[in-house]
C-alpha cells in the first residue's frame, strides 16, 4: 500500500536550518501534488507548502524561510528550512495528493522540529 516515511525532524536554535525529506512508495509519485502540513499542541493543522505541475505555493508565515522542491525519480518531496523561528515547533507531516483522483489522499506519520526559545 502507499506509504510516506519522514525524516529530518530535530531540535535547533532560533536561526537554525533543518531539511526534511518525505519518502514516498506505493503510488505514481507524478500524479499527486505533494505538501507539508504542521501541526502544534493546541492548534489546528496547518498547510505549509504544496508543490505540483501548477508550481509552488507557501503560507506567509514561512514565505523566504522555507523551500519546497520534489526530486520524481527517487519519490522523494523536501521542505528546506532556514532561519527557524519558535514558532516553527510542530510536527510536520507529508502529504500526498493524486491530481488525477481528489479523493486519493495519504500521509505520513509525521517528524518532530522543534526550535528553542
Known amino acids: 500500500q502507499v506509504q510516506l516515511v519522514e525524516s529530518g525532524g530535530g531540535l535547533v536554535q532560533p536561526g537554525g536550518s533543518l531539511r526534511l525529506s518525505c519518502v514516498a512508495s506505493?503510488?505514481?509519485?507524478?500524479?499527486?501534488?505533494m505538501s507539508w502540513y504542521r501541526q502544534a499542541p493546541g492548534k489546528e493543522r496547518e498547510l505549509v507548502a504544496t508543490?505540483?505541475?501548477?508550481?509552488?505555493n507557501y503560507v506567509d508565515s514561512v514565505k523566504g524561510r522555507f523551500t519546497i522542491s520534489r526530486d520524481n525519480a527517487k519519490n522523494t518531496v523536501y521542505l528546506q528550512m532556514i532561519n527557524l523561528k519558535p514558532e516553527d515547533t510542530a510536527v510536520y507531516y507529508c502529504?500526498?495528493?493524486?491530481?488525477?483522483?481528489?479523493?486519493?489522499?495519504?500521509w505520513g506519520q509525521g517528524t518532530q522540529v522543534t526550535v528553542s526559545s
Open positions: 506505493g503510488l505514481t509519485f507524478s500524479r499527486n501534488a
Open positions: 508543490i505540483s505541475s501548477a508550481g509552488t
Open positions: 502529504n500526498a495528493r493524486n491530481m488525477y483522483a481528489i479523493s486519493d489522499e495519504y
